[in-house]
């Protein structure tokens, strides 16, 4: 759903490991979905979308995973490095994007 | 190809000091804007967003207002700031509604900081 400022929640990984980032989205009417990364002082950049007619879709070394039923959308991302630390938001359209409240990554060297 | 400029980067503001960021893009006609802030550890907030010069919409009430005054031009503005203004500014920009499937992209933020 929107974003109404709650705290982000946090995720930390060893280097090299798989991170799986969560997001339960608030809209069946949504289509659309997008994972935005953020780094730290810099704007959100995207890294992958989905939409609905679909249930997975993979780019370098990351996976989105959509599950209509529940809502739930998920990014996946494998053999995480030290640069994917980083703020992830999912998005969800319906004619606006709405943003999640995002999860703060933090990968362990 | 399309890109989104912001500025300034930083901006450290007294109280009751004027307000005035910056938002332009290229390489487009038409972008819906979109002005967000984010405050320290927490998610993205809406403040407003056009979709054509001239035409703003408000989604938290506030002390900050917006103005489109060319079609790749986007200003967020307050008369005086408040300590609770401080924070990072997001400007994006994204195609018209009309055009699904493509996601927003923001420009680099700018940093407010009100002392």
């Known amino acids: 759903g929107e974003s109404v400022g709650l705290h982000l929640p946090t995720l930390s990984v060893q280097e090299g490991d798989n991170s799986i980032i969560n997001c339960a989205y608030s809209?069946?009417?949504?289509?659309?979905f997008i994972w935005y990364k953020q780094e730290s002082g810099k704007g959100p950049q995207f890294i992958i979308d989905?939409?609905?007619?679909?249930d997975k879709r993979q780019g370098q070394r990351v996976t989105v995973l959509l599950n209509k039923t529940v809502k739930h959308l998920s990014l996946q991302i494998a053999a995480t490095q030290p640069g994917d630390s980083a703020v992830y938001f999912c998005?969800?359209?319906?004619?606006?994007?709405?943003f999640g409240t995002g999860t703060s990554l933090t990968v362990i060297p | 190809s399309q890109t989104i400029h912001q500025w300034p980067a930083t901006l450290v503001q007294p109280v009751g000091s004027p307000l005035s960021l910056e938002c332009t893009v290229e390489?487009?006609?038409?972008?819906?804007l979109y002005w967000y802030r984010q405050a320290a550890g927490r998610g993205l907030q809406l403040l407003f967003y056009?979709?054509?010069?001239?035409?703003i919409s408000s989604e938290v009430p506030q002390n900050l207002s917006a103005s489109r005054p060319q079609d790749r031009q986007f200003i967020l503005s307050s008369k005086k700031l408040l300590l609770s203004d401080s924070g990072f500014y997001l400007c994006?920009?994204?195609?018209?509604?009309?055009?699904?499937?493509?996601?927003?992209?923001f420009g680099s933020g700018t940093r407010l900081t009100v002392v």
């Open positions: 994006a920009w994204s195609f018209p509604f009309t055009r699904k499937y493509y996601g927003y992209t």
């Open positions: 809209n069946s009417a949504s289509d659309y």
């Open positions: 989905i939409r609905s007619n679909m």
């Open positions: 998005a969800e359209n319906r004619n606006q994007f709405y």
């Open positions: 390489g487009t006609s038409n972008p819906n």
């Open positions: 056009s979709v054509g010069i001239g035409q």
